[in-house]
């Protein structure tokens, strides 16, 4: 069954870098009809898609935050990471990484593996 | 302010059908299917419902979507107590080139 584990420092100093990954376990990352995602929630608020990325690096992300993100993939650990710079208060959230489909018919499925989430806190 | 619109709150007796909607534009709900998220209190969220109508292996039946032009709507029929959580539409933005949400509906089972 597949899994997916966030990691990361939990508190993140103002203007400085956060940086995060999740393990993907029991599936292979290399796979055609996935794309691999961070969605973040501020405490008490909706959800918020940060970004995706295919297993061969190609890269989508959420217009508002795109000069401040990076998603890149090792595909040698079975890994995907978040990078979101010059952090402010705002980016106060717990951020989970997610397995997103896309159906044999290029149909969006939605996000259908879900990791458990990590708080991360800016603040000085 | 979020690309999909959906009520604030829902709520409904043990055994009520409720629905709720989600409203959108031509460039992400009427261009693509709809995706329905379930989160219960403290947990990260479920896929309710994906392609607009079908449900992952596991959620009952009492569990609908649909789709109609720019808007969607989940139903859930027989209403029980362990339904009461925070329900988000999703749907593929081509003009945004990206996922939007709806800013959730969090359903009350009195």
């Known amino acids: 069954q597949l899994q997916l584990q966030e990691s990361g420092p939990g508190l993140v100093k103002p203007s400085e870098t956060l940086s995060l990954t999740c393990t993907v376990s029991?599936?292979?990352?290399?796979?055609?009809?996935?794309?691999w995602g961070w969605v973040r929630q501020p405490p008490g608020k909706g959800l918020e898609w940060v970004g995706r990325?295919?297993?061969?690096?190609?890269?989508y992300y959420n217009p508002s935050l795109k000069s401040r993100v990076t998603i890149s993939v090792d595909t040698s650990k079975n890994q995907f990471f978040l990078s979101l710079n010059s952090v402010t208060a705002a980016d106060t959230a717990v951020y989970y990484c997610?397995?997103?489909?896309?159906?044999?018919?290029?149909?969006?499925?939605?996000?259908?593996?879900w990791g458990q989430g990590t708080t991360v806190t800016v603040s000085s | 302010q979020s690309v999909l619109t959906q009520p604030p709150s829902a709520s409904g007796t043990p055994g009520q059908r409720v629905t709720i909607s989600c409203s959108g534009s031509?460039?992400?709900?009427?261009?693509?299917?709809v995706n329905w998220y379930q989160q219960l209190p403290g947990t990260a969220p479920k896929l309710l419902i994906y392609t607009n109508n079908h449900r992952p292996s596991g959620v009952p039946d009492r569990f609908s979507g649909s789709k109609s032009g720019t808007s969607a709507s989940l139903a859930i029929s027989g209403l029980q107590s362990e339904d009461e959580a925070d329900y988000y539409c999703a749907a593929w933005d081509d003009s945004l080139n990206g996922v939007v949400f709806g800013g959730g509906t969090k359903l009350t089972v009195l």
């Open positions: 029991g599936g292979s990352i290399r796979s055609s009809n996935y794309y």
């Open positions: 990325i295919f297993y061969s690096g190609s890269t």
């Open positions: 997610a397995r997103e489909e896309y159906g044999s018919s290029g149909y969006y499925h939605g996000m259908d593996v």
């Open positions: 031509s460039a992400n709900i009427g261009a693509d299917t």
